[in-house]
């Protein structure tokens, strides 16, 4: 059992943050050639043989005979808002640049948050209102240029935007299963399972043959977005066995900040396939805002009961 490390748990947590953070952008040049429902199969596929190559290593793979019909049906609901959550990502990469995509996804923990104050009956803090009412308000600097164009038409603006808040909602379902099932089993077990089954459910709409139609440097991406499941994932996983989970949680809000500064640094060294994030100074305040708003639901009740 992984020792309480504060040092190790923040170093997992920003390294989690760093690799979700270069995540999209990594995928918006691999879709250019490849479907999502393909790059989602591989990253899944990679994803089941690496962790489960680790726990057989560690004698600690999952027992599926204790799932049972509730537990298998809890799994099956999981595994289906885990690879929605991927596959409506990546296709909202289609058509919004990173960044863009990256802050709408803020939304999920939230909904996670309101979901189990729902359904598990937890108490809803006042920093946790505060952080939802930040987060909105950022939402809204954010889009501050586009906010007519949102509501009032179908473009393929508001389509991406559309299909990465249904990434957002379908990532709740994963995460109330996830949250059900660690009373039976640790985070690597559960991740393994979910992935083996994503991975089975999208086989029958993957394309591998895509992958021959790929240059190096799209192949070098999906190579970095299939290692960025294991690595990343796995990283969120150990630190949460190292470090309380409301410090992870508001390290890993910093992973928008991280694709701005990687997507900008990016267009500056390769301006032929990125593009610069292209945001106002309203914008940048609103992706800050919207951070913090997730950071505060994570960590505010230390600094409210720290003023008081």
Known sequence: MPQYNPAMGIMLALLTAVFW???????????????????????????????GLWLGFRKQLPSVKRLGAKGSTIMLLASLGLAGNF??????????????????IQLAPVMLLIASVWLFKEELGKHQVIGVACLLVGLLL???????????????????VLLAVLAAVVWVMYG?????????YSSPQILFMLYVICALIL?????????????????GMLLFCCINTLVGYGAFAEAMARWQAS??????????????????LASLVWPEFFAAASLNA??????????????FCAIGHKLLRART
Do not use: C, H
């Open 21 to 51: 953070g270069a995540l999209p952008i990594a995928m918006k040049q691999a879709v250019e050639v490849m479907d999502p429902f393909t790059i989602v199969w591989y990253r899944f596929l990679t994803a089941s043989v690496g962790l």
């Open 87 to 104: 596959v409506l990502f990546n296709s909202a990469l289609q058509y919004l640049n990173p960044p863009v995509v990256q802050v709408i």
């Open 142 to 160: 954010f889009f501050n240029e586009r906010l007519a164009e949102l509501f009032t038409s179908l473009s393929g603006y508001t389509t991406g």
């Open 176 to 184: 109330l299963g996830q949250k059900v099932m660690l009373r039976d």
């Open 203 to 219: 086989t029958p709409v993957a394309v591998p043959e895509q992958i021959l139609l790929m240059d190096q440097r799209q192949l």
């Open 247 to 264: 410090q992870v949680s508001a390290v890993i809000t910093l992973a928008p900040l991280f694709t701005i500064l990687f997507v900008d």
């Open 282 to 295: 309203l914008g940048y305040i609103g992706a800050v805002v919207v951070v913090s708003g997730a950071m």
